[in-house]
């Protein structure tokens, strides 16, 4: 029986990850990461104000709701790291090496500077709560609180910006989603290289791209007419 089963386990293995690195598999986590960044932000959005040099009153009145979506973003960097490592297994032969290092090392980037923008944050909310009196007085909040705007506007979410330009790239020479969608990808790039430092909502602009793409990969994988679909099938 013993062995029985373990030659069971050992035929299940690479069915399973053949099944984690379908198209399929990369639409979920695109759209997973999507949704959690969206609904994030909208929270964040919501409780702190735009302003970098604003005085931390949200701090007092919505320290918990901005906690709850901090505690989101590593789930949706998770869920993006699967995104990017399905699309770049299922180009296989097909990828550049130079469009690899770039559309990679952008999203690793993108995706670090996220974390550590939520880290300050929630850094500000420890020490605030520890001692309220002195965040008020000294300037440590003012530090912290310009860092982490700096961080995602100015750094992160450029970072998005390329990644969505080398993904367009790439989504052109491979045709993994339609032309259209590709050159929407360029425009938003550029708008969000020109405006993240200046308009707060334009940061909604990544996400909603990446869903749009993921989205377009999950219907075209479940009609089977799709590059990403054909090269499944001929595995």
Same mark, same amino acid.
């Given at each position: 029986?013993?062995?029985?089963?373990? +030659? @069971?386990?050992?035929?299940?293995?690479? =069915? *399973? /990850? #053949?099944?984690?690195?379908?198209?399929? $598999?990369?639409?979920?986590?695109?759209?997973?990461?999507?949704?959690?960044?969206?609904?994030?932000?909208?929270?964040?959005?919501?409780?702190?104000?735009?302003?970098?040099?604003?005085?931390?009153?949200?701090?007092?009145?919505?320290?918990?709701?901005?906690?709850?979506?901090?505690?989101?973003?590593?789930?949706?960097?998770?869920?993006?790291?699967?995104?990017?490592?399905?699309?770049?297994?299922?180009?296989?032969?097909?990828?550049?090496?130079?469009?690899?290092?770039?559309?990679?090392?952008?999203?690793?980037?993108?995706?670090?500077?996220?974390? +550590? @923008?939520?880290?300050?944050?929630?850094? =500000? *909310? /420890? #020490?605030?709560?520890?001692?309220?009196? $002195?965040?008020?007085?000294?300037?440590?909040?003012?530090?912290?609180?310009?860092?982490?705007?700096?961080?995602?506007?100015?750094?992160?979410?450029?970072?998005?910006?390329?990644?969505?330009?080398?993904?367009?790239?790439?989504?052109?020479?491979?045709?993994?989603?339609?032309?259209?969608?590709?050159?929407?990808?360029?425009?938003?790039?550029?708008?969000?290289?020109?405006?993240?430092?200046?308009?707060?909502?334009?940061?909604?602009?990544?996400?909603?791209?990446?869903?749009?793409?993921?989205?377009?990969?999950?219907?075209?994988?479940?009609?089977?007419?799709?590059?990403?679909?054909?090269?499944?099938?001929? /595995?």
């Amino acid at each position: 029986m013993d062995a029985d089963s373990n +030659v @069971a386990d050992g035929s299940r293995a690479p =069915l *399973i /990850r #053949a099944r984690l690195k379908t198209p399929r $598999a990369a639409a979920i986590a695109g759209i997973l990461f999507s949704v959690l960044l969206i609904y994030s932000l909208w929270l964040l959005r919501l409780s702190i104000p735009a302003d970098p040099l604003e005085t931390g009153a949200w701090l007092e009145t919505s320290a918990k709701r901005v906690s709850f979506a901090l505690n989101l973003v590593p789930i949706a960097g998770i869920a993006f790291m699967w995104f990017i490592g399905v699309l770049r297994d299922r180009l296989g032969r097909q990828e550049d090496q130079f469009f690899a290092t770039v559309f990679l090392g952008s999203g690793l980037l993108c995706l670090g500077m996220l974390f +550590v @923008a939520a880290a300050a944050t929630g850094g =500000l *909310i /420890r #020490a605030y709560s520890g001692q309220q009196k $002195a965040m008020f007085d000294g300037a440590t909040f003012a530090f912290g609180r310009a860092f982490t705007f700096d961080i995602m506007h100015i750094y992160a979410f450029k970072m998005a910006a390329v990644f969505m330009m080398i993904g367009s790239t790439l989504a052109l020479r491979t045709r993994i989603t339609a032309r259209w969608i590709a050159l929407l990808g360029y425009a938003s790039a550029a708008f969000l290289l020109l405006g993240s430092g200046y308009f707060d909502w334009v940061l909604f602009v990544f996400p909603a791209w990446v869903l749009l793409v993921s989205c377009y990969i999950l219907i075209d994988n479940f009609r089977g007419t799709s590059p990403m679909a054909l090269r499944e099938d001929e /595995r």
